[in-house]
């Protein structure tokens, strides 16, 4: 079989890996697509499982990104609960778990990431857990109820999404960081303090600069000394502290990589018959001429058009603005491009509640958004942030004011 009758195979069945399968056959490829997977379940979205999987009263069903009827009218082979163990560069081949191989024309890497892991809190066994798949979210689900003290370790997206459900759900949540202050990676700290005052206002406690001294656990009960003394008694302790790039199997393969792997605009790595996307790719960004990994469902959804539309032999899509948004109480927070702390800060609305709107520009260039439910508004002032520049005058025209007139 020559290379071109080959199929092409995507390892990892998630959101990216899914989407990837689903476009190919949009952008017009005829061949082969399987897709392998390591759960057993059809390839589905994850930011519902720190939101809707939780709350909801009757548990929804997963937000499928192919199902079954799609896979057998796209002919699509799902293979699913099987791990690649290698891939055979040379000979084009990969090696699954029972030890089948499969040899591809061209191959996608799909291969997420997983949640970094906090060793010394094994020892609570159950009680421990922790947020990245549908039966992890299930299984929370199943363990948060009224008074449940919940204990989450990081303040970042993850950690406040499952503390706003909590809370929702009537435990009785602390947030413990080691960091200064809450999501310091990704906002600076005006943004950041709009979002932790919500949580504050709902009873949620967050404690920063904060690690554990002791964990001491019995039949009953989990005692816990935090730096500084002070005593907690969670009954579960979940651990959201980011995750890290499945890229074990690209290095072993001998691909570059970087804190992911490595990437061009066609999302081809360092063979040029491999490609990778999602969450364990590593892309340059020539809009903001930097090389970034980023973990969103945007992200996801647009390296798995621009991998499909690559192999079928269509260029590139243009550089894309960042976008990624968090559901946290009753409000919906949206963020594009990048919040730079140097940047000059444009607003409208009130700052913390709806409507409120803040651009980022440095000199003369936008460069991120921050929205709470501002619909309309956020997608205008995105439309100019595609643009390229924008002048104090389009500013002004969109709404938006210098910070230091609006608090005036």
Not at 402 to 407: G, S
Request: hydrophobic share 40%; charged share 25%.
């Amino acid at each position: 079989m020559s290379s071109v009758d080959l199929p092409i195979v995507i390892v990892g069945a998630g959101h990216a890996g899914g989407r990837c399968a689903e476009r190919l056959r949009h952008f017009g490829w005829q061949g082969g697509i399987i897709l392998v997977g390591d759960e057993p379940c059809l390839p589905y979205e994850r930011p519902p499982l720190s939101k809707a999987m939780l709350v909801d009263s009757v548990e929804p069903r997963p937000s499928f990104v192919i199902d079954l009827d799609m896979l057998a009218g796209l002919n699509i082979e799902h293979i699913a609960g099987q791990v690649v163990q290698s891939i055979d560069l040379r000979n084009r081949k990969v090696r699954l778990g029972d030890n089948r191989q499969i040899g591809y024309g061209k191959l996608v890497l799909a291969t997420g990431l997983t949640p970094r892991r906090l060793p010394m809190l094994d020892v609570l066994g159950s009680r421990v857990c922790y947020l990245h798949k549908l039966e992890q979210a299930r299984a929370l689900r199943g363990a948060i109820k009224p008074g449940v003290k919940l204990l989450i370790v990081g303040a970042g997206f993850i950690g406040l999404e499952v503390a706003a459900s909590a809370s929702k759900l009537g435990a009785e949540v602390t947030v413990i960081e080691a960091a200064s202050r809450p999501l310091g990676r990704v906002m600076p700290a005006r943004i950041a303090d709009l979002i932790t005052a919500r949580h504050r206002a709902a009873g949620v406690r967050i404690l920063c600069d904060q690690g554990f001294e002791e964990i001491i656990q019995t039949l009953r009960r989990i005692s816990m000394r935090l730096h500084g003394g002070e005593m907690v008694h969670p009954d579960l302790v979940l651990v959201g502290i980011g995750g890290s790039p499945n890229d074990t199997l690209a290095r072993s393969a001998g691909l570059m990589v970087d804190n992911g792997i490595e990437v061009d605009e066609y999302c081809r790595t360092s063979d040029p018959h491999v490609y990778a996307i999602g969450d364990a790719a590593s892309q340059r960004n020539a809009r903001y001429d930097r090389r970034w990994r980023l973990e969103s469902w945007m992200n996801a959804e647009e390296m798995a058009a621009n991998a499909a539309s690559a192999i079928c032999g269509q260029p590139p899509n243009e550089a894309s603005v960042p976008y990624f948004w968090t559901d946290q109480f009753d409000h919906r927070y949206q963020i594009a491009g990048l919040l730079e702390p140097e940047a000059d800060v444009y607003e409208q609305g009130v700052a913390g509640e709806s409507g409120y709107l803040a651009c980022f520009v440095v000199d003369g260039m936008m460069r991120g958004l921050f929205g709470i439910d501002a619909g309309k508004a956020f997608r205008k002032a995105r439309n100019l942030m595609r643009n390229g520049r924008a002048s104090r005058e389009d500013l002004r025209a969109a709404g938006l004011v210098p910070i230091h007139e609006a608090a005036a």
